[in-house]
């Protein structure tokens, strides 16, 4: 396996124009993460990664994330076998935000309340504002109990 190197922000032009991997991470360490699914654009879910997600991502081409509320690294589908095995990995022009094209192992889902996207409502806007918001996913992919139990949800609130 190679192993990744974060080179180190020197100037704008390097980071907005050069080819160096330079990713610059929040005070709190951590980078947000679009992951959408490799065929149909679905958006799946925002992630957040600290180095160590991210240096594994790319490293093994499965995507790792940093779990903010339970403050651990975590392996997407290391519990429920929903893997997400990257196809292609961009950093946005600044090098702060992370896009992940994935295909899903499994049932596809890449949500731990079961349905296949984490964006399964739709937010009412402009003159829709203040109705209650949209299921746009009528049923879940998969049941989260028996995928994990009685675990603690994989996100606390």
């Known amino acids: 396996m190679t192993k990744v190197e974060f080179k180190p922000r020197l100037s704008v ?4 124009e050069g080819t160096d991997f330079a990713p610059k991470f ?3 360490g951590l980078l947000p993460c679009i992951t959408t ?3 149909s654009g679905q958006v799946l ?17 499965e995507a790792h994330y940093f779990s903010r509320a339970r403050q651990v690294l975590w392996h997407k ?15 946005d022009d600044d090098q702060d ?4 094209r994935v295909a899903v192992t499994g049932s596809g889902a890449s949500c731990h309340v ?3 996207s984490c964006f399964y409502r ?25 995928v994990y139990g009685d675990a603690p949800n994989p996100t606390q609130l």
Do not use: C, H
């Open 122 to 146: 739709e937010l009412p806007v402009a003159d829709d504002a203040g109705k209650p918001l949209k299921f746009l996913e009528d049923q879940k992919t998969f049941d989260p109990m028996e």
């Open 13 to 16: 032009e390097q980071v907005e």
């Open 77 to 91: 589908g290391a519990t429920s076998g929903l893997v997400q095995k990257v196809l292609e990995a961009r950093i």
């Open 26 to 28: 929040g005070s709190d």
């Open 37 to 39: 699914d490799a065929d």
């Open 97 to 100: 935000a992370i896009w992940l």
């Open 45 to 61: 879910m925002l992630g957040w990664m600290n180095e160590q997600s991210l240096r594994l991502t790319v490293e093994t081409g």
């Open 114 to 116: 079961g349905y296949r």
